[in-house]
T-cell receptor, first 117, second 109 residues
């Protein structure tokens, strides 16, 4: 079974340019997460989707970041315009959430390493 | 908000046991996890424990949970050089996960 797929793996852009990341979750997983991981730190949640609905986007900097998950499958995360401080690894993860209780085991993709110059 | 704390580094000899510790603040956490991250890769789920359990064993891995003290530990028996990586503790409450900053485990031959 294929794992979580992310592309591109690496991206170098100049500040003020736009950038987009793509994620394809594990088949059948209804929950999708975007995280940002700064060097030497753990992942920080940017947005969580349950199917097509963004159920937690409280940490997403909405002035420059946007995300979508059309049809409840793959997702894109966009930054426009990028700033120097956006340099980080952007991780996508997916899980299968069943209600009323779920273990929320997350399966991560390899990430996209973004460098803003 | 919720917080998860881990020590930054641990160094052990090959064949010894490793114990990685974690504390968390969210008393409503329902599940607690251990993930492993190798260079250039995403996080790999190692194991998890439900908050009403005290211990879970899975081959070389033993997870201990002290809910009263909000303390979680991961013991790796017979540590191998391939276990060298960063280990993250995480907790989930109501579907939202908070991760620690990771413990870098170095295994010396």
């Amino acid at each position: 079974e294929a794992g979580v797929v992310q592309s591109p793996r690496y991206k170098i852009i100049e500040k003020k340019q736009p950038v987009a990341f793509w994620c394809n979750p594990i088949s059948g997983h209804n929950t999708l997460y975007w995280y940002r991981q700064n060097l030497g730190q753990g992942p920080e949640l940017l947005i969580r989707y349950e199917n097509e609905e963004a159920v937690d986007d409280s940490q997403l900097p909405k002035d420059r970041f946007s995300a979508e998950r059309l049809k409840g499958v793959d997702s894109t995360l966009k930054i426009q315009p990028a700033e120097l401080g956006d340099s980080a690894v952007y991780l996508c993860a997916s899980s299968f959430a069943s209600f009323p209780r779920s273990s929320y085991e997350q399966y991560f993709g390899p990430g996209t390493r973004l460098t803003v110059t | 908000g919720e917080d998860v704390e881990q020590s930054l580094f641990l160094s052990v000899r090959e064949g010894d046991s490793s114990v990685i510790n974690c504390t968390y603040t969210d008393s409503s956490s329902t599940y607690l996890y251990w993930y492993k991250q190798e260079p250039g890769a995403g996080l790999q789920l190692l194991t998890y424990i439900f908050s009403n359990m005290d211990m879970k064993q899975d081959q070389r891995l033993t997870v201990l949970l002290n809910k009263k003290d909000k303390h979680l530990s991961l013991r790796i028996a017979d540590t191998q050089t391939g276990d060298s990586a960063i280990y993250f503790c995480a907790e989930t409450g109501a579907g939202k996960s908070t991760f620690g900053d990771g413990t870098t485990l170095t295994v010396k031959p």
